[in-house]
């Protein structure tokens, strides 16, 4: 009685362990790896049951991150499942774990696969030599040294990460290796320093970027009064009239006047017409005969007026 007991508890240990183990999916076989790009890779495996409702896909190297894919069971068994992993980095050995689940959330054993992804494709040499001329209000033109034969074009950032100017190579430009290509930048602000990166670029991506400043103009400085004249003098004097020299210190004034300094009215005005440094001439009428006058000589821009010192005359009888 004893003996059928104890055989009768070891066969329902043997049913409830083949139950138990019925439950959990088979793993899948013939792991594969191909397809492989320097951020991606494509996965192969076999299904070998026809119970699970799909299969997962954990990363356990270079990080244990935990489960990155997932694909959903085909209809049957024997057949090969493919899943793609994006988001990798270049040049760097993955350790993968694949498993397949039921509904339940039972999970198989893994199947482990090991790949390698490639290097990045390459992009373009940095662009050297970047340099800026005849700079406008609004414009710069930009010289630079393409590096490199498979770029695409160039372009220019500014500080903030937006473009300021684009140019698209030809076949021509993409064929030559230590030739300058220039760049016109227009749309810029007055009197605004930029601080820009340079770049070459393809379908890879952009160059390492080189730095280029630059100041636009139309920058208005504060005008200044210009100098005073000097060394005043009156000659050719008549009983109504005389000529007056100066001597012009300035290179900013508009005009210069002769004012009568007694009353303040103008006895003359003229503009400047000759370099700094030089002696500027009026003639000045309508005068009164045998009166003593006082001539202030001035010069004159937005700023305001500079005088010279007080010349005095009398006029003929």
């Given at each position: 009685?004893?003996?059928?007991?104890?055989s009768?508890t070891?066969?329902?240990?043997?049913?409830?362990?083949?139950?138990?183990?019925?439950?959990v999916p088979?793993?899948p076989?013939n792991?594969?790896?191909?397809?492989?790009?320097?951020?991606?890779?494509?996965l192969s495996?076999?299904d070998t049951e026809?119970?699970?409702?799909?299969?997962?896909i954990y990363?356990?190297?270079?990080?244990?991150i935990?489960?990155i894919?997932?694909?959903?069971?085909?209809e049957g068994?024997?057949?090969y499942?493919?899943?793609?992993?994006?988001?990798?980095s270049?040049?760097?050995?993955?350790g993968?774990n694949?498993?397949?689940?039921d509904?339940?959330?039972?999970e198989?054993a893994?199947?482990?696969?090991?790949?390698r992804t490639i290097a990045p494709?390459p992009t373009?040499?940095?662009p050297t030599?970047?340099?800026?001329y005849?700079?406008?209000?609004?414009?710069v033109?930009m010289?630079?040294?393409?590096?490199?034969?498979?770029?695409q074009?160039f372009k220019?950032?500014d500080r903030?990460?937006?473009?300021?100017?684009?140019?698209?190579s030809?076949?021509a430009?993409t064929?030559?290796?230590?030739e300058?290509?220039?760049?016109d930048?227009?749309?810029?602000s007055?009197?605004t320093?930029y601080?820009?990166n340079?770049?070459?670029y393809?379908?890879?991506g952009?160059?390492?970027?080189?730095?280029?400043?630059?100041?636009?103009?139309?920058?208005?400085a504060?005008?200044?009064?210009?100098?005073?004249?000097?060394a005043?003098?009156?000659?050719?004097?008549t009983?109504?009239?005389a000529?007056?020299?100066?001597m012009?210190?300035?290179n900013?004034?508009?005009e210069f006047?002769i004012?009568?300094n007694d009353?303040?009215s103008?006895l003359?005005?003229?503009?400047?017409?000759r370099?700094?440094?030089?002696y500027?001439y009026a003639?000045?009428?309508?005068?009164t005969?045998?009166?003593?006058?006082s001539?202030?000589?001035v010069?004159?821009?937005?700023?305001?007026?500079?005088?010279a010192?007080?010349k005095n005359?009398?006029?003929l009888?």
């Open positions: 009685m004893r003996s059928k007991l104890i009768g070891i066969l329902l240990s043997i049913v409830l362990a083949t139950n138990a183990t019925a439950d088979s793993s076989i792991p594969g790896a191909y397809g492989f790009t320097h951020n991606s890779a494509r495996f076999k026809n119970n699970e409702s799909g299969f997962k990363q356990f190297a270079p990080d244990d935990g489960v894919a997932t694909v959903d069971a085909k068994n024997s057949s499942q493919y899943a793609t992993l994006t988001g990798l270049a040049s760097t050995l993955y993968v694949i498993v397949a689940y509904s339940e959330g039972h198989s893994p199947l482990t696969k090991w790949f494709p373009p040499a940095q030599n970047v340099g800026t005849s700079p406008t209000e609004h414009s033109r010289s630079l040294l393409d590096n490199s034969n498979n770029e074009g220019i950032y903030d990460g937006s473009i300021l100017a684009t140019k698209v030809d076949a430009t064929t030559g290796l230590n300058y290509r220039y760049i930048i227009t749309g810029l007055t009197c320093l601080t820009t340079v770049v070459a393809n379908k890879n952009d160059s390492e970027a080189t730095e280029k400043s630059f100041m636009t103009t139309g920058c208005m504060p005008e200044e009064a210009p100098l005073a004249p000097s005043v003098g009156v000659y050719n004097i009983d109504t009239s000529r007056v020299s100066f012009d210190n300035s900013n004034e508009l006047i004012y009568n009353d303040n103008t003359a005005s003229l503009s400047r017409d370099y700094p440094n030089e500027q003639n000045i009428s309508g005068l005969p045998n009166t003593l006058y001539l202030r000589v010069s004159r821009n937005s700023a305001g007026e500079t005088s010192k007080i005359f009398r006029t009888p």
